[in-house]
């Protein structure tokens, strides 16, 4: 399942990576409209994640299968450089908490949130320790990287942090 899934890009890649698509959340009408044409047997579902979360994601979905991955990118521009860097004073910072309030409904083996690599440093890195310590408590070993596009055969130089998280019951 993918949370703020804009166009798939990072969908496109776990699919190439082996995953199935689930279902895609995304409030952009013109980006959920991007999805259903590019992937037509996706379950797109374009909502604000807010709502998804007060109906539950399993509402959505066509069976009750486990999910093995939550994936996505929660809003970036409270914590970017190149923004006012508000971070959790922003409601846009505040949505990762929707995040995961869906990654506790869904209990998948594992996550993987990415975001700007100014996510590792704002406030000093406290911001991170919240996100961390939150998905600490809804289950998950937490780690995280920021990696560079470049140093992965993309022609562009694009530092992201990938935060990764394993169910706490299936991590060894």
Known sequence: VELFAGAGGLALGLEKAGFTTKAAVEINKWAAKTLRTNRPNWNVIQEDIEKVVKDGIKSYLADDEEIDLLSGGYPCQSFSYAGKKLGLE???????YDYAELLKELKPKMFLAENV???????????LQVMLDVFKEVGYEVDYQVLNSLNYGVAQK???????GTRKDIHA
């Open 90 to 96: 922003d409601t846009r910072g505040t949505l990762f």
């Open 117 to 127: 690599k100014g996510l590792a440093t704002h406030d000093k890195g406290r911001t």
């Open 158 to 164: 694009r530092q992201r942090i990938m935060i990764i």
